[in-house]
C-alpha cells in the first residue's frame, strides 16, 4: 500500500472539493493514484447527487448578465439558481455558476428550463413542422415518423435549458443539466435552476 502524504490529500481536495476524510479514502483506494483517486471520488459524489434529489431547494441566488453595446446595455439575462443552504448559496462557486449560466443564457436562447416545461402547442406544432418537411421530401408514413421523434430530440436540445451544451466548455463539457449534477456533488447540495428570463432589444 503506498504511503499517502498531507500534500497529496491537500492538493486532491484543492482540485476535486472533497472533504479531508473523503480524499484521504480516495487516495488509499487508489493507492495513491491521483488520477484515479479524482474518478473515485466524482463516482462517489454522482451517486450522492442522484440521492439528493427529492430535497428541497428553496434558498439560493439571481444569476445576471447584461450585454453592452456602444456603452449602452441591449440584452440583460436572469436566473434563479436555486440550493439547499444560505451556506452554499454564498459561496464563490456557486456565485459564478449562477453568472456562468445567465452568459449561458445569452448565448444559447433557451425558452425553457426542462423537457417537462415545454407545453404541448409547442410540441405539436414543432412535430407538425417537422412532418409536412419530411412528407415533402417524399419519405413514407414509417419513416416520417422516425425523423419527427429525431428532430423531436434536437429540438429540446436546441430550447430546453437542461439539456443544452454549455456554452464554455473550458469551464465545464457537457450539458446544463451535467453540470449542475456536478455542481451538486462538489457542493454537496441539491442545486436546480429555477426560473430564466431572457430580453433582448428589438426581439419578442
Known amino acids: 500500500m503506498a504511503e499517502i502524504s498531507a500534500k497529496q490529500v491537500a492538493d486532491l481536495r484543492k482540485a476535486t472539493g472533497a472533504g479531508m476524510m473523503d480524499a484521504k479514502k480516495a487516495l488509499i483506494e487508489a493507492d495513491g493514484d491521483t488520477e484515479k483517486a479524482k474518478e473515485i471520488l466524482q463516482v462517489k459524489g454522482l451517486a450522492d447527487a442522484k440521492k439528493r434529489a427529492d430535497r428541497t431547494t428553496d434558498t ?56 417537462d416545461q415545454v407545453p404541448d402547442i409547442a410540441i405539436d406544432e414543432a412535430s407538425k413542422l417537422f412532418a409536412a418537411q419530411a412528407a415533402e421530401q417524399g419519405k413514407p408514413p414509417e419513416v416520417v415518423e422516425k425523423i419527427v421523434a429525431g428532430k423531436l430530440g434536437s429540438f429540446y436540445s436546441d430550447n430546453v435549458l437542461y439539456e443544452q451544451e454549455f456554452v464554455n466548455p473550458q469551464k465545464f463539457e457537457g450539458t446544463v443539466e451535467a453540470m449542475l449534477e456536478h455542481l451538486t456533488a462538489r457542493l454537496g447540495e441539491k442545486i436546480t435552476v429555477g426560473a430564466i428570463a431572457r430580453v433582448a432589444l428589438g426581439e419578442n
Open 60 to 115: 439560493g441566488s439571481i444569476g445576471h448578465y447584461l450585454h453592452f453595446q456602444t456603452e449602452r446595455p441591449v440584452m440583460g439575462c436572469l436566473v434563479e439558481l436555486r440550493c439547499e443552504t444560505d451556506f452554499v448559496a454564498k459561496s464563490e462557486e456557486f456565485q459564478d455558476t449562477a453568472r456562468d449560466l445567465a452568459m449561458h443564457l445569452a448565448a444559447a436562447r433557451p425558452q425553457w428550463v426542462t423537457r
